[in-house]
Nanobody
Framework: QVQLVESGGGLVQAGGSLRLSCAASGIIFNINAMRWYRQAPGKQRELVAS???????NYADSVNGRFTISRDNAKNTVALQMNNLKPEDTAVYYC???????????????WGQGTQVTVSS
């Protein structure tokens, strides 16, 4: 069983910064893509940022230039540095990863439990 555990959420004023972290644990042979999603009240969950095992990144237009995703393959962790936060960034942020648990080259998708980020104006 694989667990993804997020940390680092909280309350911050507009213009401030937060750093989210996510650690994967369990029987893990390889992790392919890792992602951060968010879901605001009354809205659909949206992809914020993704990073491949090789370090290639993609960002939603709304966060490009303000957020940075990074990962440590040796530690099975992914982070999201969020700068110049805006009230519209308020949401529950979820870690997501494609994990090979059987060394069979088949990747299953896992989610963390989410961490709340609240940006006050």
């Amino acid at each position: 069983q694989v667990q993804l555990v997020e940390s680092g959420g909280g309350l911050v004023q507009a213009g401030g910064s937060l750093r989210l972290s996510c650690a994967a644990s369990g029987i893990i042979f390889n992790i392919n893509a890792m992602r951060w999603y968010r879901q605001a009240p009354g809205k659909q969950r949206e992809l914020v940022a993704s990073i491949t095992r090789g370090g290639s990144t993609n960002y939603a237009d709304s966060v490009n230039g303000r957020f940075t995703i990074s990962r440590d393959n040796a530690k099975n962790t992914v982070a999201l540095q969020m700068n110049n936060l805006k009230p519209e960034d308020t949401a529950v942020y979820y870690c997501n990863a494609d994990v090979d648990v059987s060394r069979a080259g088949r990747y299953d998708n896992y989610w963390g439990q989410g961490t709340q980020v609240t940006v006050s104006s």
